[in-house]
C-alpha cells in the first residue's frame, strides 16, 4: 500500500529531495540487514534462555514459545470467516485463527518470524511495546511486505528486557484500522512479570484477548438489534467464562487490540486490583470496581472471589449507532464462583521500587499538538499529516524529555510513542501520584497530558513513531517520525522539515 504524500506546504524542493532520500534509504536499509545477518554469525545467534514457561490460560489460543533461547514462527495473514457467538463476519487473521497466536520468549530470545501476507493490501508487523531495534529486519516502520509477498522478520529481544505482555499488530499506513479491525494482531508474553511482584509468583494466571468489530451496514437482524453493529469477543468468544472457588485469587492478563474502542469492564461482586499497566509492573496495586483500558494498552488484574455466586463479566457504556451519545451495558462473559473454599490469597503484595522520573534532569521540552479537519476527515501532529520520509522530531540518544501532548479537538486520542515507556506526570494541570509507566495514555478533548520520555537505551536508535492510537486518526494522518541518534553519528535518512 503506498503512503501518502508530503504535508501541506512543503516545498518542491523538499519532494525532490524525499524522492533522493527514498533511494538512499533503501540502500542502507540493505546494508543493515546484510550486517545484522553477519552480527548474528559472528555472536553465534543469542545464548538460550531458560526453558521454564509459567503455566498460563490461554482460553483456547495456539501458542508459539521459544525454543533454546529462538523463537521461530510462521504468521500468515489472510482474509478469514470470522464466527463469533452467533455472527459471521469477514475479518482477518494470523494464520487463521481470529483470537491470534500467542507468541512466548524471554528476555535475551531471539525472534524470528517469516511473514506470508495473503491480504489485498500492504502490511506491516509491529511489536507494540518492545524494546528492540527499529532498523534492519527489526521492528521496522519502513518495511511493508506486498501482497503475494513474504518477509522474515530477526531481531533479539535484550537481555534486560522488561517481562510483560505486549502484542503484534499490522502497522500499514492508511491500512491499520480495517486490518487490525479484522483481527490481524496476537499476543506477545515476554516471561517474567509475575515474579517481580512478591507474592504473585503462585497465583493462577489467565490471558484475556479483547477484540472488537464493527459493521457499516448494520442490516443483519442479530446484528442490528442485539449487537448494535459492534461485535466484542474474549479470545475469539462471544461467550467467555471463568471459574473460580471462594477465596481464590486469579491473574487476569488483559490486552485491548481493538483499533478504536475504549473498554470500561466490571465485575461487581469480585474484587479487582491493577498490578501492572503496558508491560510493567505498577507501584502499589490500586483496588477498582472496574478498570478502564485503552485501544493498545494492556493491564494485569489481580481477581478475587470472596462468595459463590455467577457474576457477569460487563463492557459499561459500548457505544451504538442509535442516536448521538447512546450507549448500552453489555455482558461479555461470566465468572462462576463455586466449590471447596480457598485460603486467601495473596494477602499481602511487595512491587519493585520503580524511580520517579521527576527527580531526573529534563534535557529538553516540548509541546505536541493533536489536531484535525473534520470536514475533510483528516487529522494532524503539529499541523502536519505523516510522510514516512519527513522526520519532525530528532531527540540525542541520551536524553530525558517532558513533552506536552494537546488536544485541541472534541475528538479524544490515544499518545503512544514506539519502543519505550514513559511516566504520566500531569493531566490537565493536575499532578499524577507515581504509578508507574505506560506506553499508551488518553489525551482528554481539549486538554493536555505532561509525560517524562527517557531517549536512554542504546537499542531503539533509529526512525520510530508516535501517534494516536485510536487508529482511525492515526490512518488518516495523525502520525510522525520520531529519530533517536547517537550525538556526532551521520544521519543521511532524514528529509528536511521547514
Same mark, same amino acid.
Given at each position: ?21 527514498? %533511494? ?88 524470528? %518470524? ?22 534492519? =529486519?527489526? +521492528? ?16 533479539? %529481544? ?11 499488530? +499490522? ?30 509468583? +503462585? ?126 451495558? =453489555?455482558?461479555?462473559?461470566? %465468572? ?21 522520573? =521527576? ?5 529538553? *521540552? ?79 478533548? *481539549? ?52
Amino acid at each position: 500500500m503506498p503512503f501518502e504524500g508530503s504535508a501541506p506546504g512543503d516545498t518542491e524542493s523538499i519532494i525532490v529531495r524525499a524522492d533522493a532520500v527514498r %533511494i538512499l534509504c533503501m540502500a542502507v536499509s540493505l546494508a543493515l540487514v546484510v550486517l545484522s545477518g553477519v552480527w548474528l554469525l559472528r555472536t553465534g545467534g543469542n545464548p538460550p534462555s531458560a526453558a521454564h514457561f509459567v503455566a498460563i490460560d490461554l482460553g483456547g489460543l495456539p501458542v508459539i514459545r521459544g525454543v533454546n533461547g529462538v523463537l521461530q514462527a510462521t504468521l500468515v495473514a489472510a482474509p478469514l470467516e470470522v464466527h463469533v457467538g452467533n455472527t459471521t463476519f469477514v475479518g482477518a487473521a494470523f494464520n487463521g485463527v481470529y483470537g491470534g497466536p500467542v507468541l512466548r520468549v524471554h528476555p535475551g530470545d531471539h525472534v524470528r %518470524i517469516h511473514l506470508v501476507n495473503h491480504m489485498q493490501d500492504g502490511i506491516n508487523l509491529h511489536f507494540h511495546g518492545l524494546r528492540v531495534t527499529p532498523l534492519g =529486519r527489526g +521492528d521496522n516502520m519502513h518495511i511493508m511486505v506486498p501482497s503475494g509477498e513474504s518477509f522474515d522478520y530477526d531481531f533479539r %529481544i535484550p537481555p534486560s528486557h522488561p517481562p510483560g505482555l505486549f502484542w503484534y499488530h +499490522d502497522h500499514a499506513h492508511r491500512a491499520a484500522e480495517p486490518h487490525v479491525m479484522a483481527g490481524l494482531s496476537g499476543a506477545l508474553l515476554i516471561e517474567g512479570f509475575a515474579a517481580q511482584i512478591k507474592g504473585l509468583a +503462585d497465583v493462577p494466571q489467565k490471558l484475556l484477548v479483547l477484540k472488537d468489530w464493527q459493521h457499516n451496514d448494520c442490516t443483519a437482524p442479530d446484528l442490528k438489534q442485539t449487537l448494535h453493529c459492534r461485535v466484542i469477543s474474549i479470545n475469539g468468544m462471544a461467550d467467555w467464562g471463568d471459574d473460580l472457588a471462594p477465596g481464590s485469587t486469579q491473574l487476569w492478563r488483559v490486552s485491548n487490540q481493538g483499533a478504536n474502542l475504549v473498554l470500561h469492564l466490571a465485575a461487581p461482586g469480585l474484587h479487582l486490583r491493577v498490578v501492572g499497566r503496558d508491560g510493567m509492573p505498577a507501584s502499589d496495586g490500586q483496588e477498582t470496581d472496574g478498570f478502564d483500558i485503552m485501544p493498545a494498552s494492556r493491564l494485569d488484574v489481580l481477581v478475587r472471589a470472596d462468595r459463590e455466586g455467577h457474576f457477569p463479566l460487563w463492557a459499561m457504556g459500548v457505544p451504538t449507532t442509535g442516536p448521538a451519545g447512546f450507549s448500552v451495558k =453489555r455482558a461479555l462473559g461470566s %465468572i462462576n464462583v463455586a466449590g471447596t473454599r480457598q485460603p486467601a490469597d495473596p494477602s499481602a503484595l511487595s512491587f519493585p521500587h520503580q524511580q520517579d522520573m =521527576r527527580t531526573w534532569p529534563i534535557d529538553a *521540552h516540548r509541546m505536541i499538538i493533536f489536531s484535525e479537519n473534520i470536514a475533510i476527515n483528516e487529522f494532524y501532529v503539529n499541523g502536519r499529516k505523516f510522510d514516512p520520509l519527513r522526520t519532525d522530531v530528532r531527540a540525542p540518544l541520551g536524553n530525558v524529555e517532558e513533552w506536552t501532548v494537546r488536544n485541541v479537538t472534541d475528538d479524544f486520542h490515544e499518545f503512544h510513542i514506539h519502543q519505550l515507556s514513559f511516566q504520566v506526570t500531569e493531566i490537565n494541570g493536575a499532578r499524577q501520584a507515581f504509578s508507574g509507566y505506560v506506553d499508551d495514555v488518553k489525551v482528554p478533548e *481539549h486538554g493536555e497530558v505532561k509525560v517524562i520520555i527517557p531517549f536512554t537505551d542504546p537499542n531503539i536508535v533509529g526512525h520510530l513513531m508516535f501517534h494516536c492510537h485510536v487508529l482511525n486518526h492515526e490512518d488518516r494522518g495523525m502520525m510522525t517520525m520520531l529519530e533517536v541518534y547517537r550525538p556526532g553519528a551521520l544521519h543521511i535518512c532524514k528529509v528536511p522539515s521547514q
